[in-house]
């Protein structure tokens, strides 16, 4: 693996030397970079976010669910053996979360209207946002666990299918 020298880089690939593994590797660690700059505001004292420790949880427990994910599903492509593995990822994944956002803006919807329906009954109307705040983590948590469930159950599905 290569972090500077491109040179290098550039001819394992015109060569045919860069596997599966290299290309997981790298798409690996930009995945996982990429979700810790996303998330590194909130581990950083500021004045203007209102940051809990739920909060930080929740995105640790996220960047576990994306790094088990991703290696599992490396693993159901057939690793290093595996073909197309960054391409299968990433198409894949596009289209199961956008499938599932869908899925999860018109829950989100429904689910803040039933609760500020119920406002007038709420004592402490403060508290919503809490409830709010709750909900939104379990189901972030387990939309992210169900498109790596799912996305890896395809990838296996059309790495056994090209195995044969």
Known sequence: MYFINIK???????????TQKDRFLYAFIWIIL???IMI?????????????????IVDLINIVIIALGTFIMYKYNGANK???????YFAITFVI?????LLVVIF????IGVLYAFLPFINNI????KYIDYIFYILLIFTEV???????????????LKMR
């Not at 403060?126 to 946002?129: E, F, K, S, W, Y």
């Open 82 to 88: 595996g073909k197309d593995f960054v391409d299968r």
């Open 40 to 56: 590194s505001p909130d581990f950083y004292p500021s004045i203007y976010m209102d940051v809990t420790y739920l909060d930080k």
């Open 97 to 101: 979360s956008f499938r599932v956002l």
């Open 108 to 111: 989100m919807m429904f689910t």
């Open 34 to 36: 990429n979700e810790i």
């Open 146 to 160: 169900y498109i790596y469930y799912r996305s890896a159950t395809i990838i296996k599905t059309i790495a056994n």
């Open 126 to 129: 403060a508290n919503i946002d």
């Open 8 to 18: 290098k880089l550039k001819q394992d690939i015109i060569e045919d030397k860069f």
